[in-house]
């Protein structure tokens, strides 16, 4: 298992800049994918981005070429840079991580509030 943490959220005006990070603890070496998600009010929580054990990434059409997941192996850290943020970007953002071996898992972290404001 692994314990994941967020933090750098916070409130950014339209256009603005923001990067979230997820600090992982526990078991990384058994981590085979790591995600971000997020939950905007009276929705569902939706995939945001991927990045894999062998380092692919991929987004969710609404963020590619705005938001950049990137990893630093030293820091047993994830972020997601987030760039020329909309209102819509607006959600608790979820940091979560899974192993898809025999005993594996599905870990999340408590989420970092994103409010973009207009």
């Known amino acids: 298992q692994v314990q994941l943490v967020e933090s750098g959220g916070g409130l950014v005006q339209a256009g603005g800049t923001l990067k979230l990070s997820c600090e992982v603890s526990?078991?990384?070496?058994?981590?085979?994918?790591m995600a971000w998600y997020r939950q905007a009010p009276g929705m569902q929580r939706e995939l945001v981005g991927t990045?894999?054990?062998?380092?692919?990434?991929d987004y969710v059409d609404s963020v590619k070429g705005r938001f950049t997941i990137s990893r630093d192996a030293a820091k047993n850290t994830m972020y997601l840079q987030m760039d020329s943020l909309k209102p819509e970007d607006t959600a608790v953002y979820y940091c979560?991580?899974?192993?898809?071996?025999?005993?594996?898992?599905?870990?999340w972290g408590p989420g970092t509030q994103v409010t973009v404001s207009s």
């Open positions: 990045i894999t054990r062998g380092g692919m990434i």
């Open positions: 526990g078991s990384i070496s058994s981590i085979d994918t």
């Open positions: 979560y991580a899974d192993s898809r071996r025999i005993g594996g898992y599905d870990s």
